[in-house]
């Protein structure tokens, strides 16, 4: 674990801490841990990605803040009440309010896959936003059998404004399937 994670973990800890000296209910608990506890942490996972051993102290920490009502740092045992499995997820539909972060991660990257797929499958024109720009070039510099609909100088051209392009140039050819997959998923 880096210094970087543990910083982070820290910190949700500390937060942690605090949240165990307010007399919350368990569903209290659960959407304080969620909202307070771990939105900043859940913001660099989704960029960076979390490591395994962050995730598993971080499962842990959160069982024990829910579920019995204790800080990261306390030492006194308390029998668990209610199986891990169940504290996320809204209380209207059964869970304690946890939210399921880890499958709040993988669908955060599911949601900027689909963004990249239609922004590439609509083209690479002179309005489209610098981050598609780039991932096309990134795209086409590592699968270049796959996508080489187009020369690769061609994306960071319009990036820098050098060589506008004048219609929106294809990316690759996909079958009607699966841009309709990609269409309804988002």
């Known amino acids: 674990m880096t210094t970087q994670w543990l910083d982070k973990l820290d910190h949700v800890q500390q937060c942690y801490s605090r949240l165990a000296k307010l007399p919350l209910s368990i569903f209290g608990r659960g959407l304080s841990s969620s909202a307070y506890g771990i939105s900043k942490l859940l913001y660099h996972a989704e960029f960076e990605g979390i490591p395994l051993d ?44 946890c939210i399921p972060w880890q499958h709040h ?61 004048s219609k929106p140039q294809p990316v690759a050819k996909a079958s009607p399937m699966v841009l309709s997959a990609a269409w309804r998923l988002e």
């Open 54 to 97: 962050v995730v598993e102290q971080l499962s842990c920490l959160t069982t024990k803040l829910v579920d019995r009502g204790l800080a990261p740092e306390s030492t006194a045992l308390k029998l668990p009440g209610v199986p891990s499995a169940l504290l996320p997820g809204s209380p209207k539909l059964g869970g304690f309010g």
């Open 105 to 165: 991660i993988t669908s955060r990257h599911a949601v900027w896959g689909v963004r990249l797929f239609r922004g590439l499958a609509r083209g690479i024109h002179d309005r489209s936003p610098p981050w598609l720009i780039v991932a096309h070039e990134l795209l086409l510099t590592l699968m270049p059998p796959y996508m080489a609909s187009q020369p690769p100088a061609l994306g960071l051209s319009m990036l820098v404004g050098t060589q506008p392009a």
